[in-house]
């Protein structure tokens, strides 16, 4: 069974960076696709961003520039650079792998605050 440990969130100030990690345990061949949601406190959870296998990538409109999305070669890893942090970035951030199952990590709290 595929198991997700994050890792990488915290407290930034704004225009600050964060890069969190997912990584996978268990067996298998690497995911289909991979990325992530964020749930702020009050809201719905939203799609953040996702990588495919062949390294295709999506964006949330307000992330497009500042968050990059990336794997590692095993398909067993994936990472969200983050920069430019805004308040409103501010969130619990899932990581999801696709293999074909979908498993979700625990999520990372990321706070971004003067």
């Known amino acids: 069974q595929v198991q997700l440990v994050e890792s990488g969130g915290g407290l930034v100030q704004p225009g600050g960076s964060l890069r969190l990690s997912c990584e996978a345990s268990?067996?298998?061949?690497?995911?289909?696709?991979a990325g992530w949601y964020r749930q702020a406190p009050g809201k719905q959870r939203e799609f953040v961003a996702t990588?495919?296998?062949?390294?295709?990538?999506s964006y949330l409109d307000s992330v497009k520039g500042r968050f990059t999305v990336s794997a590692d070669n095993t398909k067993k890893a994936v990472y969200l650079q983050m920069t430019n942090l805004k308040a409103e970035d501010t969130a619990v951030y899932y990581c999801?792998?696709?293999?074909?199952?979908?498993?979700w990590g625990q999520g990372t709290q990321v706070t971004v605050s003067p």
């Open positions: 990588i495919t296998m062949i390294g295709t990538t």
């Open positions: 999801y792998m696709t293999t074909p199952q979908q498993t």
């Open positions: 268990g067996v298998f061949e690497g995911f289909y696709n």
